[in-house]
């Protein structure tokens, strides 16, 4: 057998699309959120920031279910799907990356207000006092400021989107070319005692993952010697 076979490039290049993508739209929605989180003292606040942080005790079926129904034929996702013709996002890769940044928010959000909160009042204080508008100020002191949160945050919520398993066979299925990702791959492996390709496919997964936890690592060590 092809150690690099066409079936599993096309499951890499499949896992790799999903996450950039989901990573993208992440950065987008959970940068004002984290924001907003990180400055407002409303009671309303530790709610809204709890229910972001669902996904982190949820187990994964349960959340595929939900997001199966929503985006189900009957449900807002059919709606959606039919202004192009089509019956469901269920079982589809657009399906897949609403699931991915469903589940994934958390991972993204926390790092990010984190940074935010870590930097204090001071240097939003001082660019008000040069006259800056909130909007600039967000730009030019807290987002420069709060950099290793977003590169946390990116590298975790790409990291989540790859390793993602339960949700995305519940909402995606195990569709060559469409849905099938590298973690389902690897199960209808095992299923199949396909144990060549399994091997291959855990060992670019742990690979994968050393990578994470070393580029976190020097993130963090990077991050520590700027506050010093």
């Known amino acids: 057998?092809?150690?690099?076979?066409?079936?599993?490039?096309?499951s890499v290049l499949l896992t790799i699309e999903l996450a950039t993508i989901s990573t993208a739209i992440l950065l987008v929605l959970?940068?004002?959120?984290?924001?907003?989180?990180a400055r407002a003292q409303a009671w309303w606040t530790e709610i809204v920031a709890s229910v972001v942080a669902l996904p982190l005790v949820l187990p994964p079926t349960v959340l595929g279910f939900?997001?199966?129904?929503?985006?189900?034929?009957?449900?807002?996702?059919?709606?959606?799907?039919?202004?192009?013709?089509?019956?469901?996002?269920?079982?589809?890769?657009?399906?897949?990356?609403?699931?991915?940044?469903?589940?994934?928010m958390p991972f993204v959000v926390q790092p990010i207000r984190n940074a935010f909160t870590a930097m204090g009042e001071r240097p939003l204080e001082v660019a008000a006092t040069l006259r800056a508008s909130p909007l600039r100020t967000f730009w030019t002191v807290a987002v420069p400021l709060a950099r290793p949160g977003f590169l946390t945050g990116a590298v975790l919520g790409f990291a989540h989107t790859v390793g993602e398993f339960g949700l995305v066979l519940m909402i995606g299925?195990?569709?060559?070319?469409?849905?099938?990702?590298?973690?389902?791959?690897?199960?209808?492996?095992?299923e199949t005692s396909r144990w060549r390709e399994a091997s291959i496919l855990a060992g670019l997964?742990?690979?994968f993952a050393f990578a994470v936890i070393l580029t976190m690592t020097l993130v963090d060590k990077r991050a520590a010697r700027a506050a010093a």
């Open 173 to 190: 299925g195990n569709i060559p070319g469409r849905t099938k990702v590298l973690s389902v791959a690897l199960f209808d492996y095992v």
């Open 66 to 104: 939900y997001l199966l129904v929503l985006l189900g034929p009957d449900g807002p996702g059919g709606w959606i799907a039919h202004l192009w013709g089509g019956r469901t996002l269920a079982f589809t890769f657009e399906g897949l990356v609403i699931g991915s940044v469903v589940y994934s």
């Open 205 to 207: 997964m742990v690979i």
């Open 1 to 10: 057998m092809e150690i690099w076979s066409t079936e599993i490039r096309q």
């Open 30 to 37: 959970a940068t004002p959120l984290a924001w907003s989180l």
